[in-house]
């Protein structure tokens, strides 16, 4: 079966500090992978997509950046955290003809 | 460019009572497709339905029906009988991308009154 796996769940980090939050997919190949953020109370926010490894689409500039080293394998990073990067992280995938599929989501706090 | 209102932040119902969510969309396109993602505190994104813009039915998943009025850019929720598991944000959304980028709504807080 098809299964979208996520981690961190939780994550505190200071201010400054570097950002690795890793999405793996199994039982497909060549899924199309997604990254969003969901500020607290607010709906979601694409801002990464890729099609296929090392094609990756920004939606909105800032101070993320997304890989996808692998088929399976989509990672948000940062060099430096802001404040303003707290938020419930998502990651999607989509099979074929089919709607979106979310992982648990990471909740990351810059303190 | 796509846009969805949905225009009730907040909304409750009796348990076991009927319930209609409201989305609004806009769209210069002709063929995209429209979902309604549940998110209960767990904060997990749940496909709930989706609706072809095609389609002329409105589709139906259990409890859930929605009420698909392509003229008026209108796809609303119907929650039947409603129960206490179905407390949760409620996100509205249209892709019109065959790479499937979501333009999401705001989201509606559905409360179950026990």
């Known amino acids: 079966s098809q299964t979208i796996h996520q981690w961190p769940a939780t994550l505190v980090q200071p201010v400054g500090s570097p950002l690795s939050l890793e999405c793996t997919v199994e039982g497909t190949s060549n899924p199309n992978l997604y990254w969003y953020r969901q500020a607290a109370g607010r709906g979601l926010q694409l801002l990464f997509y890729s099609v296929g490894i090392g094609q990756i689409s920004s939606e909105v500039p800032q101070n993320l950046s997304a890989s996808r080293p692998q088929d399976r394998q989509f990672i948000l990073s940062s060099k430096k955290l802001l404040l303003s990067d707290s938020g419930f992280y998502l990651c999607a995938w989509r099979p074929p003809n089919s709607p979106l599929h979310f992982g648990n989501g990471t909740r990351l706090t810059v303190t | 460019a796509q846009t969805v209102t949905q225009s009730q932040p907040e909304m409750s119902v009796q348990e076991a009572e009927t319930v209609t969510l409201s989305c609004t969309y806009d769209t210069s396109e002709s063929d995209y497709y429209l979902f309604w993602y549940k998110q209960p505190p767990s904060r997990q994104m749940i496909l709930v339905i989706r609706?072809?813009?095609?389609k002329q039915q409105n589709a139906t998943e259990n409890r859930f029906s929605v009420n698909f009025q392509k003229a008026a850019k209108s796809f609303s929720l119907k929650i039947s009988d409603s129960q206490l598991g179905d407390a949760a944000m409620y996100f509205c959304?249209?892709?019109?991308?065959?790479?499937?980028?979501?333009?999401w709504g705001a989201g509606t807080k559905l409360i179950i009154k026990p």
């Open positions: 609706q072809e813009a095609y």
């Open positions: 959304a249209i892709t019109v991308d065959s790479n499937y980028q979501l333009i």
